[in-house]
């Protein structure tokens, strides 16, 4: 709530504006059906916009969250609010044509409810798919990041150029996984784990190890390429 109080103050200034314009032009007395009708779409316009802003947050109504055909939610609530506003406008000043008035306010505020739900459900799918992402390049961010730590020690001068080499081979490697290179992933894993242990015990044995990483590796990034293409 916190966050949205901006949102929500500067739509009820705008609502207490309307209505004071609206009843020192109109007064209170003499409209008929069609002025009133269109009176409480207004309302019901504001109510729905401030029920937005109440349920969404800040970010989500600004620009990077919740969109509908690239439009963020605030703009398509900006939208809606105008064109009823006109509508609405219309038809209190003519006071006639109740059914034609209220078939449009009801269309319009039926196609802002659907485009709320649409960029609810938007929301809800961007947050999936980051969720999705973050699991998907764990494996690799993990093991760019042993890489690094291994190449960071102080080893014999040979073994550190390796290691180097091997820690830019993961950096420059995809680090999105799939269900194709688990297994191979894992291998890494493990391979990193013993490379860890030895480079500072062992150096042709860690050498060797570094070859061998750097072929299963190659071997995943090959996978991951024929991955895209399917």
Partial sequence: MKKNKSYIVVFALIFVMYNIITFI????????????????????AFAAIFAVCTFFDKKALGLTEIFFYNYPMIVWSS??????????????????????????????????????????????????????????TSNMKNMIMT??????????????????????????????SN??????????????DMLKESCMVDVEGSKELIKIIKDHLKERNEICINYKKM
């Fill in 79 to 136: 939208v809606y609010a105008i064109i009823e506003t006109i509508i609405s406008t219309v038809f209190m000043i003519i006071d006639d044509g109740t059914k034609i008035g209220i078939v449009l306010q009801i269309l319009l505020f039926t196609a802002y409810v659907v485009i709320v739900f649409m960029c609810k459900s938007a929301k809800e799918a961007i947050k999936e798919i980051r969720e999705t992402r973050a699991v998907e």
């Fill in 147 to 176: 890489a690094n730590v291994i190449a960071s020690f102080d080893l014999d001068a040979d073994l550190k150029k390796s290691a180097i080499s091997l820690a830019e081979n993961f950096r420059f490697s995809d680090i999105v």
């Fill in 25 to 44: 032009i109109a007064g209170f007395s003499g409209h008929g059906a069609a002025f009133w009708l269109s009176y409480l779409f207004e309302v019901l």
């Fill in 179 to 192: 269900d194709m290179t688990y297994q191979l992933e894992e291998k890494l894993k493990y391979e990193l």
